[in-house]
């Protein structure tokens, strides 16, 4: 077992003025130091990527920015968080906000993809997408038109007993929605789970 505590973190900050201010985890005191490099590694390379599509979103000027994180899941040889970045741009009708998310598997000693949650070959696009529409239909979630399918790479987090697929703004719904989210109940999706994944731990 290379970690079976949970994940230790501060906050650090990247701040360029009295309205632009980025908050993200840093993670510190792993007896597994490599994995400990590669997690704050990944972080910061995320909360830079949320940075430079904002700043690069229009030629505007950036009036204000507050970047924030959630630890979704520290448990079991589980780190799952969400990172979000908003920015307003001068003269914007509103803000923006995007959201990423990262899910580190400390056993396996990697970042999760996805597909990495389920069984090699399962059709887990297809049944996340089925639940998902049934999901969409039972809450009248307002979408610009029929949902058909994720992508295989879609975005999510777990939350202890649960897979949270989400999509951006504007991705499905109109901007007042804001994030689309859908928490799925590892129980759903027992028969597909790779028993020996992050998924797989949480059952």
């Known amino acids: 077992m290379v970690n079976s505590f949970p994940v230790k973190i501060k906050t650090a900050k990247i701040s360029s003025g009295p309205k632009k201010t980025v908050f993200y985890p840093q993670v510190l005191g792993m007896r597994d130091q490599a994995m ?9 390379q995320a909360v830079q990527q ?11 000027t950036v009036e204000e920015m507050l970047g924030e994180y959630e630890v979704k899941n520290n448990q079991r040889d589980v780190f799952s968080l969400t990172m979000s970045n908003y920015t307003y741009h001068q003269q914007a009708a509103h803000g923006m ?20 949650l389920f069984k090699p070959g399962s059709d887990y696009v297809g049944r996340l997408s ?31 007993k649960a897979l949270v697929i989400y999509f951006q703004l ?21 028969d597909i789970i790779d028993e020996n994944g992050p998924l797989g731990r949480m059952l």
């Open 170 to 190: 504007y991705d499905i719904t109109p901007y007042v929605y804001g994030f689309p989210m859908f928490p799925i109940s590892v129980y759903d999706l027992q």
């Open 130 to 160: 089925e639940i998902i529409r049934s999901q969409i239909e039972q809450r009248e979630i307002p979408v610009f038109e029929p949902f058909t399918a994720i992508k295989p790479d879609q975005d999510f987090y777990i939350a202890d």
């Open 36 to 44: 400990e490099r590669f997690m704050n590694h990944t972080i910061v």
């Open 50 to 60: 949320l940075i430079d599509t904002q700043a690069g979103e229009t030629p505007a």
């Open 97 to 116: 906000t995007y959201l990423k998310s990262l899910t580190f598997d400390l056993k396996e000693r990697k970042l999760s993809r996805l597909k990495d």
